[in-house]
C-alpha cells in the first residue's frame, strides 16, 4: 500500500499564470491508497493552505472523487485547489475538456480551456449556494478579533455567512485602506469560525459595480491567510446576488493577494434563473526549485 512518504505532489498555483502568484495547492493524482492520516500529513508537509486528493476515477480521465486537505484538517471543498488540480489534469492527459469532482460537499463539473499561448483556465460551478443571517454578537466579536472598528464597515454590505461548498463570514470594508491592515488575533479568530464553522472570513472591499478586492484569513487551516479563494469567491458571489447588490446575471472581478504579494485574479459569473456559481481563473504548474521555497 502506498504511503505519504512516497505520494508525488505536484504544485499548481490557482488564478494566476505566474507561479509567485496566485495560490498555491499540492495536487495528489493517486492518492487511492492513503488514509485520513496519510493525507493530512501530506497537507502538513506541503504548507499550503490546501492540497486537493484523487482518491478515486470514476470514469477515465474524467470524473473522479476529491478531498481536501488543509495542512491541520480536511476541509469540505476547495476552489483554488480545484482550479490547481483540473489544470494539473489538463496537462497530465495533454488535452482540456470537462471534469467532474465529486466532493463531500457535492458534485462539482469544472471546463478546462487553453489558450493560443498554451495558458490553461479553468472554470468550476459551485453546489447550490445559500446565505444566512449573522447574529450581532458574532458580527462584534469578528471584529473585535480583526481590531476593526464598526465604523469601518461598509453599510451597504450587510454581514452574512454565505455558503457555495464551505461557509465564509462575509464583511466589507469601506476603503481599500482598512482591508490593506490586516493584523488579528490568530486564536480569538480561530475560536470564533470553529464555533460557526467557517472555513475563512472574507472581506471585501468594492472598487466599481463589478470589480472588488478580496482577502480571506484562514487560522482554522493554520494559515494567516488565503492568497486566492475560490470558494469563499462563489459564496460571495451568490450572497452580492442575494442582497441585490449585483445583477442577477453578472460576471464579477475579484482580485486577491495584492497585499500578501501573491496577486490573483477571479472571475465570478451569475447567470439569471441560475442558483449555481461559476468562478474561473488561470492555473500554473510551480517549478520544483520555487516549489523548494518557503510554503505558504
Known amino acids: 500500500m502506498k504511503s505519504f512518504t512516497d505520494t508525488e505532489v505536484l504544485r499548481y498555483t490557482a488564478f494566476s499564470t505566474d507561479p509567485e502568484g496566485g495560490n498555491p495547492a499540492g495536487v495528489v493524482l493517486d492518492a487511492a491508497g492513503l488514509d485520513d492520516a496519510d493525507m493530512l500529513a501530506v497537507a502538513a508537509e506541503v504548507g499550503y493552505s490546501e492540497t486537493a486528493f484523487l482518491t478515486r476515477e470514476l470514469e477515465p480521465g474524467r470524473a473522479f472523487t476529491v478531498r481536501y486537505f488543509s495542512p491541520q484538517a480536511e476541509v469540505p471543498f476547495c476552489g483554488h485547489a480545484t482550479v490547481a488540480t483540473a489544470v494539473a489534469l489538463a496537462e497530465h492527459h495533454g488535452r482540456p475538456g470537462d471534469l467532474v469532482f465529486e466532493t463531500r460537499a457535492g458534485t462539482v463539473p469544472v471546463t478546462v480551456t487553453t489558450s493560443a499561448d ?38 451597504a454590505f450587510p454581514p452574512r455567512v454565505a455558503y457555495a461548498g464551505a461557509r465564509h463570514l462575509v464583511l466589507a470594508a469601506a476603503t481599500r485602506e482598512r482591508l490593506a491592515k490586516l493584523s488579528y488575533d490568530f486564536e480569538r479568530l480561530a475560536a470564533l469560525m470553529r464555533r460557526m464553522d467557517l472555513t475563512t472570513v472574507q472581506l471585501v472591499w468594492r472598487e466599481d459595480a463589478t470589480t472588488f478586492h478580496v482577502r480571506d484569513p484562514f ?7 488565503d492568497p486566492a479563494t475560490g470558494a469563499a469567491a462563489a459564496a460571495f458571489g451568490a450572497y452580492a446576488r442575494e442582497c441585490g447588490l449585483v445583477p442577477e446575471e453578472s460576471v464579477l472581478t475579484l482580485h486577491q493577494g495584492d497585499d500578501m504579494g501573491r496577486p490573483g485574479v477571479l472571475t465570478v459569473e451569475l447567470r439569471a434563473g441560475e442558483g449555481r456559481i461559476r468562478v474561473g481563473g488561470a492555473g500554473a504548474r510551480i517549478p520544483e526549485q520555487a516549489a523548494d521555497g518557503p510554503n505558504v
Open 118 to 155: 498554451g495558458t490553461y483556465r479553468a472554470t468550476l460551478t459551485s453546489v447550490e449556494p445559500h446565505t444566512e443571517d449573522v447574529a450581532g454578537a458574532d458580527v462584534a466579536e469578528a471584529l473585535a478579533a480583526l481590531a476593526w472598528p464598526a465604523a469601518d464597515l461598509d453599510p
Open 219 to 225: 487560522p482554522v487551516g493554520g494559515v494567516v491567510e
